[in-house]
T-cell receptor, first 112, second 115 residues
Framework: TQLLEQSPQFLSIQEGENLTVYCNSS?????LQWYRQEPGEGPVLLVT?????EVKKLKRLTFQFGDARKDSSLHITAAQPGDTGLYLC????????????FGGGTRLMVKP | GAGVSQSPSNKVTEKGKDVELRCDPI?????LYWYRQSLGQGLEFLIY????????KSGLPSDRFSAERTGGSVSTLTIQRTQQEDSAVYLC?????????????FGSGTRLTVV
């Protein structure tokens, strides 16, 4: 059982559609990050959220940290083929120092 | 360097052989991490180095796995007597020590295949 559960695991949509990816846990996190990974590359940081209820926007991507800091969501508006990739959430717990725990990932495919 | 460098990018080895994977972190980053990723799944923590502190080895799956970090910079992950279940992408990351807020910078990984 993973500490961070991501859903859905796979998502295939058409260009222009909207989507939401969820990252859930029973544990409280001091911060939560989202990464995007393309084939053959390492994950690249998209955003860090720290405050419960925080919302951050990055162009067509909207990230939200739950009020209780146990969950997060990533919403993509008008998805484009360039959004295709593996999306990973990662959380830091207060008693884990400078460590991140990663979720299992959501693999997104956006078809033209 | 400008980014985290890992070598080799691909490694095919026979079952039972030892392998060494290398990671060159970003200059000045005090924290270095090794993760393993199987079949495009999530990342499994292996080991974490922070400055001169003793490494956190709690994620190493067996005593066949070991890692060292020399001079607070380059790190080597060694897998002895490789098994087929060791096949995965091994990712190295570094951070400035505040990675939980400013994020990790990952290398491109080493794809290890044990045949």
């Amino acid at each position: 059982t993973q500490l961070l559960e991501q859903s859905p695991q796979f998502l295939s949509i058409q260009e222009g559609e909207n989507l939401t990816v969820y990252c859930n846990s029973s544990s409280v996190f001091s911060s939560l990050q989202w990464y995007r990974q393309e084939p053959g590359e390492g994950p690249v940081l998209l955003v860090t959220v720290v405050t419960g209820g925080e919302v951050k926007k990055l162009k067509r991507l909207t990230f939200q940290f739950g009020d209780a800091r146990k969950d997060s969501s990533l919403h993509i508006t008008a998805a484009q083929p360039g959004d295709t990739g593996l999306y990973l959430c990662a959380g830091a717990r207060n008693n884990a120092g400078n460590m991140l725990t990663f979720g299992g990932g959501t693999r997104l495919m956006v078809k033209p | 360097g400008a980014g985290v460098s890992q070598s080799p990018s691909n490694k095919v080895t026979e079952k039972g052989k030892d392998v060494e994977l290398r990671c060159d972190p970003i200059s000045g980053h005090t924290a270095l991490y090794w993760y393993r990723q199987s079949l495009g799944q999530g990342l499994e923590f292996l080991i974490y180095f922070q400055g001169n502190s003793a490494p956190d080895k709690s994620g190493l799956p067996s005593d066949r796995f070991s890692a060292e970090r020399t001079g607070g910079s380059v790190s080597t992950l060694t897998i002895q007597r490789t098994q087929q279940e060791d096949s995965a992408v091994y990712l190295c990351a570094s951070s400035s020590g505040r990675g939980v807020y400013y994020g990790y910078t990952f290398g491109s990984g080493t794809r290890l295949t044990v045949v």
